[in-house]
């Protein structure tokens, strides 16, 4: 029978319920605590952070706004310039090739005479054709002669800029709107030619009296045309690199009495030390004003467009009383009537006194207007335009307009008060919710802890009782825990413990002697293994030992190397392994001379057999009287190739060779690098990357094989080394490399082969030190006597 838990006081369920309700509810009123407390700590932080975010956010989008807006007024004004251009790339065509211009000025004239007859106005004293043409040219009285027509090079220059007629009506119906493109003479014939046809020289004589008689640049733009005159000797002067295009201020147009602002394209002479005239385009006011008068943020937010000296340029009715400014046309002793309308001027003391430098460019500016008897508080932001050449009343300047926007500030913070008093009512609503969960929490977990005690302590108490009987040696005890959780899994764990204690008791004799005769048996397992292993080992150490004896006695002998005349070699190789990778040779057949350096992918055993094999051939293709370098390599590569194939090995190799015969050396193969060391140390590396192939990976490689012949003279030396030489690690990793097996060359440079040979190898190894060599090294050393 299993014992019945019961709930006395210092019973185990009292004691769970006692403690888990107790850390529970410690729990509960602490992690409520804190979140009451982090509940209003966060509201204080969201309305600040809200508050920051907000009026960062206001602000950002206010810089973006005029952003935008300075966007578009320079796509705008980007979209004339190009107009513009188109017009003057054509006249200037015509400026640059006379014979070009002549005929197409004598074709209009015959195909088009309204175009370029013009008749003389008793009245205004000027000359004009008629209407009919799809343009007007106005002639001034100082550019007539006594007989009323226009001087010989007057009338060349009307017949040549008939062109005009060609092109402005396609550039007007297209791209940006424009009230009118023209064509304006040079200084000395500033004839006006402008599309469409209206009565030009009539509106002139009504708004500029005595323009008939002045100078026609000097009189409407003094110094514009000074300025370009200016470029003209000196390209350095220009303002802005690539774009000549001049932009005037506002002004009243003398043709359409409108508010215009011109845009003109200086012509330069054939040889560019000149002017030649000018092409422009006019755009009304109402299209930049358009832009800016359709701003709209917040609800009375508004944006405006201002020169640099402060003239407003576009803003509508309400704004401009807003910020107190007075327009005013005048007109001075000289150029077109401007349209005045200046911040400088504003009836408000912050307008008047507002920061318009460049350098704050997009910065927030908080000021106060007087509105209805009250300062209000405004932001303003300032965006600079693209800079342009700007004529004013002198000589061409480089500015920037600007577009600003006004906005209230009690506008832009409308949210921001909105949002806190949102994050206040947000808050309590929180923290009365949050109360009610802790008690409702409080009162479930109490409820389910007093329930689930007993279920728990009922295990533990049927464990307690079968743990007594197990003491007792009465191995038979089995406990019944019903419950699916950790509880009833350690009841399973106690029945199986009891099952193996009882097994084990009764048989572990049998468990000892079956587990003693099983040991025994896998020692002598063991022992066979070890005797096989070191057998195994002895063998493969003898036949590395062979394979070792073997490619060493294939190399060339000291005796050999001294028989041949007029060189001296010195070779040097020691492998990584017992058996290297490592290949070089020097084949001798009558006068020719081959020497060969090879190195094989990784080392060992297989790198040495494969390094064997390509001595073999490369002394059987030597023996047979094969002296071409190119079919030397291309067959032996065959032989290999075919080799490694019947082998499946993934090996192959760098091999290059230098033929030596009557005084000529040949290089072919792909190799490391070769060195020259030759009079005065100077020393020199030749590149074999663009002579062959490794050997063994392609079948074919001749159309891969090249030559490259070396001069080799008397005192000169050649340096033939494998990767293992330059890539050997010192101190710290670091490779041996080109740079220090040049230097120790060169500094031996004079000595016999056999010092050089010696006294790299001696750098190298003390290069190393005692750090183990991971490759083979191998170094051929060979100098002419």
């Not at 335009?385 to 600003?404: D, R, Y």
């Not at 913070?413 to 994050?423: K, N, P, T």
């Not at 002296?627 to 091999?655: C, G, V």
Request: glycine share 8%.
């Amino acid at each position: 029978m299993q014992d019945t838990p019961r709930f006395g006081l210092h019973s185990f369920r009292a004691k769970f319920v006692l403690v888990v309700g107790g850390a529970v509810l410690f729990d509960l009123l602490m992690s409520g605590g804190l979140a009451l407390w982090n509940v209003q700590r966060l509201s204080q932080d969201a309305t600040s952070e809200v508050g920051a975010g907000l009026t960062t956010a206001n602000q950002e989008y206010i810089r973006s706004y005029a952003e935008s807006t300075a966007s578009r007024v320079d796509l705008l004004l980007d979209r004339v310039h190009a107009d513009v251009k188109t017009l003057a790339g054509v006249i200037q065509g015509q400026i640059d090739d006379p014979d070009r211009q002549k005929q197409v000025g004598a074709t209009l004239a015959n195909q088009a005479a309204a175009s370029v007859n013009v008749v003389y106005d008793t009245k205004g004293q000027w000359a004009q054709n008629l209407p009919g043409a799809p343009s007007v040219v106005s002639v001034w009285g100082y550019l007539l002669g006594p007989d009323h027509k226009p001087l010989p090079a007057v009338q060349d220059e009307i017949e040549n800029s008939a062109v005009l007629d060609l092109v402005a009506p396609s550039l007007l119906t297209s791209g940006s709107s424009k009230l009118q493109m023209y064509y304006i003479g040079p200084k000395e014939r500033p004839i006006f030619r402008t599309a469409p046809y209206t009565d030009q020289a009539q509106t002139f004589d009504r708004l500029y009296p005595g323009h008939n008689n002045s100078e026609f640049w000097e009189f409407f733009f003094p110094g514009i045309y000074g300025s370009w005159q200016k470029w003209a000797l000196d390209p350095a002067s220009r303002f802005i690199p690539n774009n000549d295009i001049t932009q005037t201020a506002p002004y009243t147009d003398a043709i359409t009495g409108k508010l215009i602002v011109s845009f003109f394209h200086p012509l330069w002479t054939r040889d560019r030390t000149g002017v030649a005239g000018a092409a422009g385009a006019d755009i009304t006011l109402d299209q930049l004003a358009e832009i800016v008068e359709n701003v709209k943020i917040a609800e009375t937010g508004f944006g405006f467009l201002t020169m640099p000296n402060g003239n407003v340029v576009a803003i509508n009715a309400k704004s401009e009383a807003t910020i107190g400014l007075v327009s005013s046309n005048e007109q001075g002793t000289g150029g077109v009537t401007g349209l005045e309308r200046s911040l400088r001027t504003s009836t408000q003391p912050a307008i008047a006194t507002l920061d318009l430098d460049s350098s704050n460019d997009g910065a927030i500016q908080h000021v106060l207007l007087q509105k209805d008897g009250e300062d209000v508080p405004y932001i303003v932001v300032l965006k600079g335009l693209k800079p342009t050449n700007l004529w004013t009343t002198g000589p061409i300047e480089e500015q920037a307009m600007s577009v600003g926007i006004v906005v209230p500030e009690r506008e832009i913070y409308a949210a921001l008060f909105a949002a806190q008093d949102s994050i206040s009512k947000a808050t309590n609503r929180i923290l009365l919710y949050q109360l009610l969960a802790i008690i409702v929490s409080l009162m479930i977990v109490f409820a389910a802890v007093f329930g689930l005690s007993k279920r728990i302590t009922a295990g533990l108490s049927a464990l307690a009782a079968g743990a007594r009987r197990l003491q007792a040696k009465d191995y038979s005890v089995r406990v019944n825990i019903p419950s699916k959780d950790e509880v009833g899994e350690v009841g399973v764990a106690f029945n199986r413990m009891a099952e193996q204690i009882s097994f084990h008791t009764e048989n572990l004799e049998q468990l000892v002697d079956a587990r003693t005769r099983d040991l025994e048996d896998a020692n002598v397992e063991i022992s066979t293994l070890n005797e096989k292993l070191r057998s195994e080992n002895v063998r493969l150490g003898a036949e590395l030992d062979v394979a070792r004896q073997i490619q060493m006695m294939v190399l060339p002998k000291p005796r050999e190397l001294a028989l041949i005349p007029g060189i001296e070699i010195a070779a040097y190789m020691r492998p990584a392994d017992e058996v290297g990778g490592d290949y070089y040779d020097v084949l001798q057949d009558g006068h020719r001379l081959k020497i060969g350096i090879g190195d094989v992918t990784g080392h060992g055993l297989e790198s040495g057999v494969l390094m064997l094999m390509v001595q073999s051939v490369a002394r059987a293709l030597q023996e047979t009287g094969e002296d071409n370098p190119r079919q030397f390599l291309d067959r032996l590569n065959r032989a290999i190739f075919k080799n490694l194939e019947r082998t499946n090995s993934d090996k192959h190799l760098s091999l290059a060779f230098l033929d030596y015969e009557d005084e000529r050396l040949v290089l072919s193969g792909q190799h490391e690098e070769v060195l020259v060391v030759r009079d005065g140390g100077k020393v020199e590396r030749i590149d074999t990357l663009d002579l062959g192939l490794p050997v063994g990976l392609e079948r074919d490689i001749s159309p891969f094989v090249a030559t490259r012949n070396i001069p080799f003279s008397s005192g000169d030396v050649i340096i033939l080394h494998t990767d293992g030489v330059t890539e050997a690690e010192g101190t710290g990793g670091k490779l041996f490399g080109l740079d220090r097996l040049s230097e120790s060359a060169r500094s031996r440079y004079g000595s016999s082969a056999e010092e050089i040979k010696s006294g790299i190898v001696d750098d190298l190894m003390a290069y190393i030190g005692t750090r183990k060599i991971h490759d083979d090294i191998t170094l051929v050393v060979m100098r002419h006597r």
